[in-house]
């Protein structure tokens, strides 16, 4: 997995946790937000887009301090955070409505087919539910097992789902084609 | 995969590892998150809760330091609204709308979410990162920050474009109606 989790910061998660859940005070509080904060935000701001990033986390923290004291340490803190904030993404996709998982890739940006876009462009443009097992996998480094239960599909389903992805992002980021795979 | 895509997906692999894992929080909203773990009883303040206040005052003051970015956290959308974009460019090139107008901004801004609207919003860059396509007119170069809030209807909406301090300062407002997605 490529999210830092080493020993080194899980011990200190530990104590910052414990010195958190002792004393409940701000000080505690935002030595863990300013640690673990950055890539809560990077990923809601890959899975929802800058409008909705912030409350993502800011409601990530809420329910993350909520459930602490009962959080056993079968995963690191930082995996378990990003847990929170996918489910919060999730959410809010579902409130928001509209998007439906045969969708692989969104309707067309308003330029022009034939202009070379980035990665970062191509990614925007799938599909929340597909997007979301591409960064999940191919980013932030997590196991199908732990994405299917995120996202709260199967193992095989988030296989099958990373392949049509990284196909549509290979026929996104080609200027020279003109077919990018849907689903239907 | 099939086989000759291994090296498409080699490459398309790298690409995305290179992406970067983090991203800077908006400046405000650790404050916002503490204020709003407060309200549900999940913290205590440090010392009879006027750090706090005093945290916010100069948090808020920071917001609009680096940028206009004003936190709809914790407001749930209202019922039967759409949400707007509000978009800021400069007049012309020698307009100083928007450098030295936060304070306004920001107060235009805060009677929106007084009303219980929720609204966002952050200054951009003079230089816009990449440009695609035809540009239109005001050119991209001279967006200069956005706002996004809750409307009831489009007279709703226009009403409180017409509003914003960037027009009176001669800055241009171009307002977009958010499609759901």
């Given at each position: 997995?490529?999210?830092?989790?080493?020993?080194?910061?899980?011990?200190?998660?530990?104590?910052?946790?414990?010195?958190?859940?002792?004393?409940?005070?701000?000080?505690?509080?935002?030595?863990?937000?300013?640690?673990?904060?950055?890539?809560?935000?990077?990923?809601?701001?890959?899975?929802?887009?800058?409008?909705?990033?912030?409350?993502?986390?800011?409601?990530?923290?809420?329910?993350?301090?909520?459930?602490?004291?009962?959080?056993?340490?079968?995963?690191?803190?930082?995996?378990?955070?990003?847990?929170?904030?996918?489910?919060?993404?999730?959410?809010?996709?579902?409130?928001?409505?509209?998007?439906?998982?045969?969708?692989?890739?969104?309707?067309?940006?308003?330029?022009?087919?034939?202009?070379?876009?980035?990665v970062?462009?191509?990614?925007?443009?799938?599909?929340?539910?597909?997007?979301?097992?591409?960064?999940?996998?191919d980013i932030?480094?997590?196991?199908?097992?732990?994405?299917?239960?995120?996202?709260?599909?199967?193992?095989?389903?988030?296989?099958?789902?990373?392949?049509?992805?990284r196909?549509?992002l290979?026929?996104?980021l080609?200027?020279?084609?003109?077919?990018?795979?849907?689903?239907? | 995969?099939?086989?000759?895509?291994?090296h498409e997906d080699d490459e398309l692999l790298a690409s995305l590892a290179r992406l970067?894992?983090?991203?800077?929080?908006?400046?405000?909203?650790?404050?916002?998150?503490?204020?709003?773990?407060?309200?549900?009883?999940?913290?205590?303040?440090?010392?009879?809760?006027?750090?706090?206040?005093?945290?916010?005052?100069?948090?808020?003051?920071?917001?609009?330091?680096?940028?206009?970015?004003?936190?709809?956290?914790?407001?749930?959308?209202?019922?039967?609204?759409?949400?707007?974009?509000?978009?800021?460019?400069?007049?012309?090139?020698?307009?100083?709308?928007?450098?030295?107008?936060?304070?306004?901004?920001?107060?235009?801004?805060?009677?929106?979410?007084?009303?219980?609207?929720?609204?966002?919003?952050?200054?951009?860059?003079?230089?816009?990162?990449?440009?695609?396509?035809?540009?239109?007119?005001?050119?991209?170069?001279?967006?200069?920050?956005?706002?996004?809030?809750?409307?009831?209807?489009?007279?709703?909406?226009?009403?409180?474009?017409?509003?914003?301090?960037?027009?009176?300062?001669?800055?241009?407002?171009?307002?977009?109606?958010?499609?759901?997605?």
């Amino acid at each position: 997995m490529r999210l830092n989790h080493s020993g080194e910061m899980e011990a200190d998660d530990r104590a910052l946790v414990t010195a958190f859940l002792d004393s409940r005070n701000e000080d505690a509080f935002g030595a863990l937000y300013r640690r673990h904060s950055p890539i809560l935000y990077g990923l809601a701001h890959r899975l929802t887009g800058a409008v909705d990033a912030a409350d993502v986390v800011q409601e990530t923290w809420i329910r993350a301090i909520g459930a602490l004291p009962s959080f056993a340490w079968a995963s690191s803190l930082r995996t378990w955070l990003c847990s929170i904030a996918v489910n919060c993404c999730r959410e809010r996709w579902r409130r928001q409505g509209g998007h439906r998982d045969h969708e692989l890739v969104m309707p067309p940006p308003i330029w022009p087919s034939e202009y070379a876009i980035d990665v970062e462009t191509a990614l925007a443009r799938l599909a929340p539910g597909y997007r979301a097992v591409v960064v999940l996998h191919d980013i932030y480094g997590f196991t199908h097992a732990e994405i299917a239960s995120q996202l709260g599909i199967d193992a095989g389903t988030s296989k099958s789902q990373l392949s049509r992805a990284r196909q549509a992002l290979r026929a996104l980021l080609d200027p020279r084609s003109k077919e990018v795979p849907n689903v239907r | 995969m099939s086989a000759d895509h291994g090296h498409e997906d080699d490459e398309l692999l790298a690409s995305l590892a290179r992406l970067p894992q983090e991203r800077p929080a908006p400046a405000g909203l650790e404050v916002d998150t503490i204020g709003a773990l407060r309200a549900r009883g999940l913290l205590r303040s440090r010392e009879g809760g006027w750090r706090i206040r005093a945290a916010s005052v100069a948090a808020a003051l920071v917001i609009f330091a680096a940028g206009w970015a004003l936190g709809s956290r914790a407001m749930l959308p209202a019922a039967n609204s759409y949400r707007y974009m509000l978009l800021l460019y400069a007049g012309d090139a020698n307009s100083t709308a928007g450098d030295a107008s936060v304070e306004e901004y920001r107060n235009w801004a805060r009677r929106l979410r007084d009303d219980g609207r929720r609204i966002s919003g952050e200054r951009l860059d003079e230089a816009p990162a990449a440009v695609f396509g035809a540009g239109g007119a005001p050119g991209p170069d001279r967006l200069r920050g956005y706002f996004v809030f809750d409307a009831t209807n489009d007279r709703d909406a226009m009403e409180i474009a017409r509003q914003h301090p960037h027009v009176r300062r001669g800055g241009i407002v171009v307002l977009h109606r958010i499609r759901p997605t």
